[in-house]
Structures are given as C-alpha cells and as structure tokens.
C-alpha cells in the first residue's frame, strides 16, 4: 500500500503546475487556469507552500502599463524536490488503487482479513 | 453588472488594509489578478475569492464574531440593568451602564494599540472571562439597588428598613443620583479592566502558562470564599446558610490559608515552570515576573468569582421565591426576617469590594514572593509560554 501524501489533491495540482516549469515565474491567474481552482482555494494553498518554504513569491519588476503589477510565483529548491517526491508518491497510490480496483472483492477481503485465493 | 465589479474592486481593495502586514501582499496579489480574469461573473467570482481570503487571513470570522457576541452580551446586560422609571436615581445608573459598555469596548482598542493584541488562548479566554462578569455585575448591581433604594409601604418591613437604611417615602424609592458611589465604581472597573488587558497583552512578559494556573488558583480561591460568605460580605454578623459548626470553621480557616497560599503556590509554580535566561539579573526579573502576574490574577480572579457569585446569589434571592426556598430550606423564618436578611445580605454586598481591592494586591505579593523562593526547573524545554519580544526583558517562556 503506497504511502498517504501529505498533500491536498488540490496543492497537488498546484505542485504540477508550478514543477511543470520550475525555473519560470508564474502568475495566480495562468495557475488557476491550469489546475482548475477558484481564487479562494488557490491563493491559501501558495500561502501554506510560502510559509513552508517550498514556494517563493515575488512581485513584477516591470508595470505593464494599464494593470497593475503583478505577483509571481516558482517552486524552491525545496519545493521541487518535495514536489518531485509527492507528485511520485501520488502516481504511485493511484496506480496502486487501480491494481486494487482491477481485482475483484480484493479490497473487501483486505478488510475482512481474508487471504487472497491462490493463484493456479 | 459593471457597478457590482466596481464595488467589489473598491471594498477589496480598502479591505487589504485589514490583513496583517506579512500577509498583506497575498490579498493585493489576488486584486491584481484579477484584472486577467475576463469581466462579468468570472471577474467577480475572483474577487469573492479574494475577499474569502481576506475575512481568513485578517482572521476577520473571530474577530466579527468576538464583537457581535460582545454586541448581543452587553445588550442583554444593558436591557437588565437599565432603570425603570420608579426609579428617582435612574440618571446615575443609566450613565454607569453606558460608561461600563464604552469601558469595555474602548480599553482593549487602546490597550492593543501600546501593548499589543492577546497572543494566547489563555489571554483571551482571561479577557473575556472578566469582560463577562463585568457583564454579569451590572443587571446583579441592578436588581440589588432597587431592592435596597425601594420603601416598604408599612408594617415590620418598614421598620426593618427604618433602622436599616433609614427613612423613607413609603413605596417609592429612596434617595436621590448616588453619582459618588457611580463613579467609584466606574474608577475601579477601569482600574480592574486596565490590569486584565495589560497582564494578557503581548507586551507583558507573562507567560500564557502563568495565566492558566494563576486562573485556576483564583477560582479555587473564589469559590471557598464563596462558601464562606454566599450573601454578602460581614464580619461580625458572617451568615452561612450552608455550612453549619465545625464544617463552617473548616472553611473559614481554608479560607485564611487559600487567600495568601493560593497566590503564593501560583507563583511558585509559574516561576518554576518558566525557563529563564542565563543571566542572574534577567533570571530573577523574569520570575518576579511570573510571580507578580500569577498573584494578580489569581487574587483578582478570586475576588471576582466570588463577587459575582455572592451578588449574585443575592440578586437573587431578593428576585425568586424558588431560590429563597432553597435558601432557607428547613429553617423556619417569618417573612418579615426573610426581608431582614434579603436587605442586610443587599448592604453586605458591598463588602466584596474591600475582597476585589485586597486579593489582588495580597496576590501579587505572595505571588513575587513564591516565585522568588523557587528555582525554575531543570531542562525545561521552551513551551510554558510564548518567545520573548525581541529586545525587551522577556523570559523565554
């Protein structure tokens, strides 16, 4: 059974995002797009990742005129590894859950404590 | 639609101010942001989120709710103090009331802006323990005043509250504005609130430990003293319904003991358990520290416990039948001495007053004293209470 991460699905996807190109900077609004999620839950989750060191933030050199600037984000040194190791950790639990699904009354005998039949 | 957007970009944007500082940056992110979103609903769906991340950061959820909690304690308070019109000296009370809501609302604004917020649960719960006795004080002061200031029409009543309180006109109330007495009181709240706030500010070197063990000492303390004097406060006449011979001597002597042990235990406790700095002279500020704030407040919060107990108690009994009943359950008293007593207990309230200025100042005392005898415990780890200030005389507690 594959460890449980210690990540959200959601800050899952955030890790993603952001590991997809970890040496650009990146806006709130082209994540939001990418992994789906509203201001309300992306903007706490960059807030934890910060606080956590596994982000860094920063704001916009230049203005572009007619907007105001804007604040950007990448993952850390720290960030992409713990990203790397969760994003692993994840595909691992999901294949092992497909496994899982794949055989049937598997996870039901797992519950009840019931050896798996022997394979012929 | 254009002028929802444009209100909602206005009040985010006077609502960033409210964050903390170090977060600050986070709410102007999602603002700027939101100039990527395309206008309309989208537009407006990001600024509700940033307004969600706003109320959660600002920690604005516990701070509205602490002040409609405030909004809805002090209202119902009010409604059960506020004179009716029989009532010749109505102005006094009237000001009193108004001036104890404004105290209570205004002394932790100034004491955030010198001191600094509480920072720990411990602090907080202490300010709004006593913020709610306060409270509780004012519709109890009430009820007692009537009943005192009130003549009885004729008969044995009457004369009990001739020779009690002197003469009066028969069914109205006596006397006129007691501004005096009024504005004592609202001297000595201020003085009693001010402390409270400056001993669970940030600023004050008093570890939350100190304040959670000096708080419990003071309500052992209060609630013995509560046994010992349940209606009022009288030396040479003490009336103890509830404890009869030797169990009432019992609690007398306890009593004694627990007023100067209580305090002194707390600060014994709290110096022993705060980690001091190396160096002997900080060393022993940061003990009387913790002696000096574990003995006012277990001395002030005694005092107060028992004083909203006992006038309580009272308020009560001069109110309901059902608590006079179980007052003088098996006592055979004519109703003529249930009045007696109802109006001796009313005039011996006042009594707690020398208890809420005497256990605060015996506690701090006996506090710094029991801090002083003790030494703080060896290894302890970092966790009595919060890190000091940066540059002030804090113990690491």
């Keep these: 059974m594959g460890s449980r991460s210690e990540f959200s699905p959601q800050t899952l996807a955030v890790l993603?995002?952001?590991?997809?190109?970890?040496?650009?900077?990146?806006?709130?609004?082209?994540?939001?797009?990418e992994t789906g999620l509203k201001s309300g839950t992306l903007y706490p989750i960059l807030i934890r990742l910060a606080d956590r060191g596994l982000v860094e933030a920063c704001w916009q050199d230049?203005?572009?005129?007619?907007?105001?600037?804007?604040?950007?984000y990448r993952l850390t040194a720290d960030g992409l590894a713990s990203a790397t190791t969760a994003l692993a950790e994840a595909e691992l639990a999901a294949a092992e859950r497909t496994a899982s699904m794949a055989r049937p009354g598997a996870d039901l005998r797992r519950r009840r404590g019931v050896a798996a039949p022997a394979v012929p | 639609m254009s002028w929802v957007s444009r209100i909602t970009a206005t009040a985010g944007r006077g609502a960033v101010r409210l964050v903390p500082a170090d977060r600050r940056d986070w709410a102007e992110a999602v603002w700027a942001e939101a100039h990527e979103a395309p206008a309309g609903w989208p537009r407006l769906a990001w600024r509700a989120g940033g307004l969600g991340l706003i109320v959660k950061e600002g920690q604005m959820?516990?701070?509205?709710?602490?002040?409609?909690?405030?909004a809805l304690t002090a209202g119902a308070a009010a409604w059960g103090a506020w004179p009716g019109s029989p009532v010749s000296h109505g102005a006094a009370i009237q000001g009193g009331i108004i001036i104890t809501l404004a105290l209570l609302a205004g002394l932790p604004l100034l004491a955030r802006l010198w001191l600094g917020p509480p920072e720990s649960r411990a602090a907080r719960w202490l300010r709004a323990g006593f913020s709610a006795a306060i409270l509780a004080l004012l519709p109890i002061q009430a009820a007692i005043g009537l009943f005192v200031g009130t003549v009885p029409r004729s008969g044995i009543n009457r004369h009990t509250f001739d020779i009690a309180i002197g003469s009066g006109i028969p069914g109205s109330s006596s006397g006129g504005p007691d501004w005096g007495g009024e504005i004592a009181i609202l001297i000595f709240t201020a003085c009693y609130l001010a402390a409270v706030l400056a001993l669970t500010a940030r600023r004050t070197p008093v570890a939350p430990a100190t304040l959670v063990i000096a708080a419990g000492a003071g309500l052992v303390l209060g609630i013995v003293m509560y046994a010992?004097?349940?209606?009022?406060?009288?030396?040479?006449?003490?009336?103890?319904?509830?404890l009869h011979g030797s169990a009432a001597e019992t609690f007398v002597i306890l009593a004694w003991i627990l007023v100067f042990s209580a305090p002194a235990i707390a600060g014994a406790i709290a110096g022993r358990?705060?980690?001091?700095?190396?160096?002997?002279v900080e060393a022993t500020a940061a003990r009387a520290w913790q002696g000096f704030g574990a003995g006012a407040v277990s001395g002030g919060v005694g005092a107060v416990v028992v004083t909203v107990l006992g006038s309580g108690t009272t308020a009560l009994l001069v109110k309901s039948a059902w608590v006079r009943d179980w007052f003088y359950h098996g006592q055979h008293v004519t109703a003529s001495a249930v009045y007696g007593r109802e109006l001796y207990a009313s005039q011996n309230v006042q009594g707690y007053l020398l208890l809420a200025v005497g256990f605060p100042i015996i506690g701090l005392i006996m506090g710094v004293l029991g801090a002083g005898v003790t030494s703080p415990a060896p290894g302890l780890p970092p966790g009595g209470g919060r890190q000091a200030d940066a540059g002030e005389l804090t113990p690491v507690c």
């Design chain 1, 16 to 33: 993603m995002a952001l590991g997809g190109q970890p040496s650009e900077w990146q806006h709130g609004y082209a994540l939001a797009r």
């Design chain 2, 61 to 70: 959820a516990r701070t509205i709710g602490s002040w409609l909690l405030f």
């Design chain 2, 273 to 280: 358990r705060c980690h001091v700095p190396d160096d002997a």
């Design chain 1, 62 to 72: 230049e203005p572009v005129p007619g907007r105001p600037r804007r604040h950007l």
């Design chain 2, 228 to 242: 010992v004097a349940p209606a009022g406060l009288n030396f040479r006449y003490p009336y103890r319904p509830g």
